[in-house]
């Protein structure tokens, strides 16, 4: 497979060269397709890439963006206890054992068992 940015660098090089070689830009597409200034004449190419010429290069393909679309704000019912809001507290939670604190606590574990 191609990568597309390898793809167009070099091509636009090779585009570059045949246009500093020819002059114009019908033979420089030519020259493109081809290697000489004729054959893309002879086979179609040059016409194409002229007719496509004056198409639009791109249409619009935007998306909305996030800050694009408005919120729909919901409004929260607030629990209350005795009157008055009152926050919840998070529990404190134990960071996961590393796999060397894992092995360690198993094979300190392990120590005081006899294999028979």
């Not at 290069?57 to 409004?75: E, G, M």
């Not at 009152?86 to 054992?97: A, D, E, G, Q, V």
Request: proline letters at 8%; charged letters at 20%.
């Amino acid at each position: 497979m191609f990568d597309p940015c390898t793809n167009l660098h070099v091509g636009s090089r090779i585009l570059a060269a045949c246009h500093a070689r020819y002059g114009n830009w019908p033979k420089a597409y030519s020259c493109y397709y081809s290697g000489n200034p004729v054959t893309g004449y002879r086979h179609g190419y040059v016409g194409k890439v002229l007719q496509n010429g004056t198409k639009p290069i791109l249409t619009s393909i935007l998306t909305p963006r996030a800050s694009d679309v408005p919120i729909q704000l919901i409004p929260h019912k607030k629990k209350k206890q005795g009157g008055k809001f009152t926050p919840r507290t998070i529990k404190s939670i134990n960071k996961p054992l590393t796999l060397r604190q894992r092995r360690l606590k198993s094979s300190l574990s392990n120590s005081g068992t006899t294999n028979e």
